[in-house]
């Protein structure tokens, strides 16, 4: 059972434009929320996180949503450029401060010139 | 600053043999986190180390794989006897636990392919 959904597997955008992925979490106890970026033969990076008491977190052209009531976190980036190119893993803290994540299957972002 | 380091990059083997995966986390970190990435089930946590002592190994799918932390700096991922389902890129992950919470920092993975 999946505690943690990506829906979209890919997305396709247009240099300049928003992008706009999803995730989706059933665990209520879920307390932080991470995305990270990863480019082929390579390991997932760190890119932004936040926390339940928050809605919202920016860095750059990077914004992460939390919506707690519908248990659903968004990653917008604008504007979205080829080097954005790449999977993104959301993942959730499953309880406690050792970091424990569970993570999402992934979207496969393209952004084209 | 160094990051994780993996090795070996890729290895290729037969089924049978044993496969000895290695990580040296980043220096200060005190977790150590092995995942293991496939199609089916995307990244899956293997083990997990806090201060060198394994907290929870339920993700370890068989008797067959085991990981060790000798120390902080070093850990292996064990598989004994592999087989071909086996087969996945095996990442480790560090974090320091209290500061930046759960921030995880991942090495680069080792591709395995048992034949």
């Known amino acids: 059972d999946q505690q943690v959904k990506q829906n979209s597997p890919s997305l396709s955008v247009q240099e300049g434009r928003i992008s706009i992925l999803n995730c989706d979490y059933t665990?209520?106890?879920?307390?932080?929320f991470l995305w990270y970026k990863k480019y082929p033969a390579e390991g997932p990076t760190f890119l932004i996180s936040?926390?339940?008491?928050?809605d919202k977190n920016e860095d750059g052209r990077f914004t992460v949503f939390l919506n707690k009531s519908a248990k659903h976190l968004s990653l917008h980036i604008v504007p979205s450029q080829p080097g954005d190119s790449a999977v993104y893993f959301c993942?959730?803290?499953?309880?406690?401060?050792?970091?424990?994540?569970?993570f999402g299957k992934g979207t496969k972002l393209s952004v084209k010139p | 600053d160094a990051g994780v380091i993996q090795s070996p990059r890729h290895e290729v083997t037969e089924m049978g043999q044993e496969v000895t995966l290695r990580c040296k986390p980043i220096s200060g970190h005190n977790s150590l986190f092995w995942y293991r990435q496939t199609m089916m089930r995307g990244l899956e946590l293997l083990i997990y180390f806090n201060n060198n002592v394994p907290i929870d190994d339920s993700g370890m799918p068989e008797d067959r794989f085991s990981a060790k932390m000798p120390n902080a700096s070093f850990s292996t991922l064990k598989i004994q006897p592999s087989e071909p389902r086996d087969s996945a890129v095996y990442f480790c992950?560090?974090?320091?636990?209290?500061?930046?919470?759960?921030?995880?920092?991942f090495g680069a993975g080792t591709r395995l392919s048992v034949l």
């Open positions: 993942a959730s803290n499953y309880g406690g401060s050792q970091g424990n994540l569970i």
């Open positions: 992950a560090s974090s320091f636990s209290g500061v930046a919470k759960n921030i995880q920092y």
């Open positions: 665990n209520s106890m879920f307390d932080y």
């Open positions: 936040i926390s339940s008491i928050k």
